[in-house]
């Protein structure tokens, strides 16, 4: 199947199964006005996501990297009027559009974009005792990913949902010898979710609007 037949059945499904959306478009296009980088999660992506958070009764979720808040929209619309979203992003540029977004799609008070690196982040959550999240998004810098989710799994209870996304690279994660340290985070983060008797853990292909790339998606045990 080729990239274009891909991203037309992308193209199909964002029809059937988000359609239009003001905020989430708002949010794409005020992150494209600001110089984002075009990587947040697809339409469909996003909408399952929210699908999960829902599945999981979440109420409280973390996310590990926020660009311009087109995740975090997805998981705070899934929370409910008593839930929280603390989402971290390193760039004060990227949380201010963030910010703005979550507040045009009325979520100011639901979800909080936290400034600073993320590995401080969650240590400062860590030293607080922040009450144990119910489901965590890990979609940062990749070569952290493993130290992202150890903390993760510190900030969880049994029950939780770990979500790692790009972990396929477009096949890359198969280079054991790869001096890219993206693909090294990678490859360790993967072997962590498959051997850490706390989880219980998968990975799945994805393809479409966000080429060929995949996620990991576990289960605190």
Known sequence: MSDTHADRVDDAFDAWFVGNDPALD??????????????????TQGKLLHILACMCGAKRVLEVGTLGGYSAIWLARALGPEGRLITLEIDPAHADVARDNLKAAGLAAAAEVRLGAALDSLDALIAAKEPAFDLVFIDADKQNNPAYLRRALTL?????????DNVVRGGAVLDEASGDPNIAGTRAVLEMLATDPRLCATALQTVGHKGYDGFAIAIVT
Do not use: C, K, M, Y
């Open 156 to 164: 969880s209870h049994p029950g939780t949902v770990i979500i790692v």
């Open 26 to 43: 708002r949010a794409l296009a005020t992150s494209a006005q600001a110089g984002l980088p075009p990587i947040a999660v697809s339409a």
